[in-house]
């Protein structure tokens, strides 16, 4: 599949067939993600694969009862660790730095589980106090999204988006 294709195909999918993943497309997957640019290359994510059924009931329920997420054969809950990244970027690091390099990685995730095949959606709404106490997270750890990821059972339109005249500006704003 080409990159622009991948970029232009995805969707948020919320309903999922209940066939598992292969560890070998897991892997490709994650591997996918930490491909993906960091601050200083620290990496500051870390990965939570959840498979067990009573995990996901929780992560659905931190979610505000988004319960897609329990069909879904695997959840990725992609944390930040924001004390990895303050090492050397301090409060900077702590507080952007280590969301960005997340975010880069979710986006690989998307894209990489969509180019095998799989359906996945970047959840953000969710209690992070509850993620995280449900992951065992330690203080310096904190959950930035849940992504389940399966076998897609609905192929949703794509969203509109806004014109990109709207949005583009050349050296400032008019």
């Given at each position: 599949?080409?990159?622009l294709?991948?970029?232009?195909?995805?969707?948020?999918?919320?309903?999922?067939?209940?066939?598992?993943?292969?560890?070998?497309d897991?892997?490709e997957?994650?591997?996918?993600?930490?491909?993906?640019?960091?601050?200083g290359?620290?990496?500051s994510?870390?990965?939570?694969?959840?498979?067990?059924?009573?995990?996901?009931?929780a992560?659905?329920e931190?979610?505000?009862?988004?319960?897609?997420?329990?069909?879904?054969?695997i959840?990725i809950?992609?944390c930040?660790?924001?004390?990895?990244s303050?090492?050397?970027?301090?409060d900077?690091?702590?507080?952007?730095?280590?969301?960005?390099?997340?975010?880069a990685?979710?986006?690989?995730i998307?894209?990489?589980?969509?180019?095998?095949g799989?359906?996945?959606c970047?959840?953000?709404?969710?209690?992070?106090?509850?993620?995280?106490?449900i992951?065992?997270?330690?203080s310096?750890?904190?959950?930035?999204?849940?992504i389940?990821?399966?076998?897609?059972?609905?192929?949703?339109?794509?969203p509109?988006?806004?014109?990109?005249?709207?949005?583009?500006?050349?050296e400032?704003?008019?």
């Amino acid at each position: 599949m080409e990159l622009l294709e991948a970029i232009r195909g995805r969707r948020s999918i919320r309903t999922y067939r209940p066939d598992k993943i292969p560890e070998q497309d897991l892997r490709e997957i994650l591997e996918a993600s930490i491909c993906a640019p960091s601050a200083g290359n620290l990496q500051s994510w870390e990965f939570v694969v959840v498979r067990e059924h009573g995990t996901k009931v929780a992560l659905a329920e931190a979610a505000r009862g988004q319960d897609f997420i329990v069909e879904a054969p695997i959840v990725i809950v992609v944390c930040a660790n924001m004390a990895r990244s303050a090492r050397r970027y301090r409060d900077r690091g702590a507080s952007l730095y280590s969301i960005q390099d997340t975010a880069a990685a979710i986006q690989n995730i998307l894209l990489a589980s969509y180019a095998l095949g799989y359906g996945s959606c970047w959840i953000g709404a969710f209690d992070e106090t509850k993620a995280a106490r449900i992951i065992h997270a330690p203080s310096e750890v904190r959950p930035i999204a849940m992504i389940p990821i399966g076998l897609p059972a609905e192929s949703p339109n794509p969203p509109s988006r806004i014109d990109l005249q709207r949005v583009l500006h050349f050296e400032k704003f008019t």
